[in-house]
């Protein structure tokens, strides 16, 4: 996957979002035990140290583009997987994996494409998740493997 120099704007290099606010969100869903379970580790890990902030940033703006931002996303609830990319062990830490879990998480409606605010705001809470994990070194050994009850795993 590789970042187009895209004629869309992409996404700015700093956070829209305020870190403050975000980190009050992430702590909120840190407190969900499902959600508690994901950790960057392993390969996931090591992809999120050698690509570096700039281009995750890009990589998420990219795969929220073609996973979330349609108004009726391809198999949506079960588009994430649990590994594979750091963006999607922070996509299940931090409920932004699929519209069902942003309408209730984040407020954010389905049945519509997102706002470019919305797939900014989306890619910010990723994002901020992967550089917290990535200072506090976590590394707990559960393994991530464990269906939401709403969710089907892909
Ligand atoms: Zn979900």
Do not use: N
Request: charged residues 25%; positive net charge.
């Amino acid at each position: 996957m590789t970042p187009s120099p895209a004629p869309a704007p992409g996404p700015p290099d700093q956070p829209s979002t305020d870190p403050r606010a975000l980190d009050r969100r992430l702590d909120a869903l840190a407190r969900q035990p499902f959600r508690a379970k994901f950790h960057l580790r392993g390969r996931d890990r090591a992809t999120a140290g050698l690509k570096g902030p700039a281009t995750l940033r890009w990589h998420a703006y990219d795969l929220i583009a073609k996973r979330l931002l349609p108004a009726r996303p391809h198999k949506d609830g079960r588009q994430t997987p649990y590994r594979g990319h750091p963006v999607f062990v922070a996509q299940h830490a931090t409920a932004t994996c699929c519209r069902g879990c942003l309408q209730r998480w984040h407020g954010i409606p389905k049945g519509r494409e997102l706002t470019r605010a919305e797939h900014l705001y989306v890619v910010d809470v990723i994002c901020r998740w992967i550089a917290r994990e990535m200072t506090d070194g976590t590394f707990s050994g559960q393994d991530p493997c464990r269906a939401d009850p709403d969710h089907e795993i892909s």
